[in-house]
Antibody, heavy 118, light 108 residues
Framework: QVQLQESGPGLVKPSETLSLTCIVSGYSITTGYYWGWIRQPPGKGLEWIGSIYHSGGTYLNPSLKSRVTMSVDTSKNQFSLKLTSVTDADTAVYYC???????????WGQGTMVTASS | SSELTQDPAVSVALGQTVRITCQGDSLRNYYTSWYQQKPGQAPVLVIYGRNNRPSGIPDRFSDSRSGNTVFLTITGAQAEDEADYYCNSRDSTGDHLLFGGGTKLTVL
């Protein structure tokens, strides 16, 4: 059974960089699929941040592209997100997901709340 | 347009059929997936591709399309179906993914 688990600080100061990691278990990320990040501000809807292939190829939400870096560590079977210059608007629950070929997110992590505050 | 539009709220009587809509020009060309999210929980995929259901999703969930609109239909809604529902597809460029704003379903 594929499982995803997000990890990272729950509090980030404005103007600093948000860093999250997603550990994948029950499936090797080098087997296939894209792996992605989705966020949800409190009381609001879902926003796709971007997705990465195990080879490192990415496709990113154009509204966040200038601030987002995604990477994969195949030796640890995990992938990561960095979001620079955070503001209050980046406060959200961040989910890591498996992005399957039909453009569907079929496996989700439990989500981690990140608050941008001084 | 690169947007996906959903009605903010819909209600249905217990056991009746409800359609939740997702509208957008890009839907003519790309698959749509649907997610159910209950309070405090991560979303769950309920429909993907051409009306496919993941394992464990009841067959009362189905989707269909007409032009630039996709419909998630729940036939015989149950109390446990009360949740927020989000559609997802590609934008008009085909290069990026996006979500609809979500529909809050109330089962009366």
């Amino acid at each position: 059974q594929v499982q995803l688990q997000e990890s990272g600080p729950g509090l980030v100061k404005p103007s600093e960089t948000l860093s999250l990691t997603c550990i994948v278990s029950g499936y090797s990320i080098t087997t296939g699929y894209y792996w992605g990040w989705i966020r949800q501000p409190p009381g609001k809807g879902l926003e796709w941040i971007g997705s990465i292939y195990h080879s490192g190829g990415t496709y990113l939400n154009p509204s966040l592209k200038s601030r987002v870096t995604m990477s994969v560590d195949t030796s640890k079977n995990q992938f990561s997100l960095k979001l620079t210059s955070v503001t209050d608007a980046d406060t959200a629950v961040y989910y890591c997901v498996r992005d399957e070929p039909n453009d569907a997110f079929d496996v989700w992590g439990q989500g981690t709340m990140v608050t941008a505050s001084s | 347009s690169s947007e996906l539009t959903q009605d903010p709220a819909v209600s249905v009587a217990l056991g009746q059929t409800v359609r939740i809509t997702c509208q957008g020009d890009s839907l003519r060309n790309y698959y749509t997936s649907w997610y159910q999210q209950k309070p405090g929980q991560a979303p769950v995929l309920v429909i993907y591709g051409r009306n496919n259901r993941p394992s464990g999703i009841p067959d009362r969930f189905s989707d269909s399309r007409s032009g630039n609109t996709v419909f998630l239909t729940i036939t015989g809604a149950q109390a446990e179906d009360e949740a927020d529902y989000y559609c997802n597809s590609r934008d008009s460029t085909g290069d990026h993914l996006l979500f609809g704003g979500g529909t809050k379903l109330t089962v009366l």
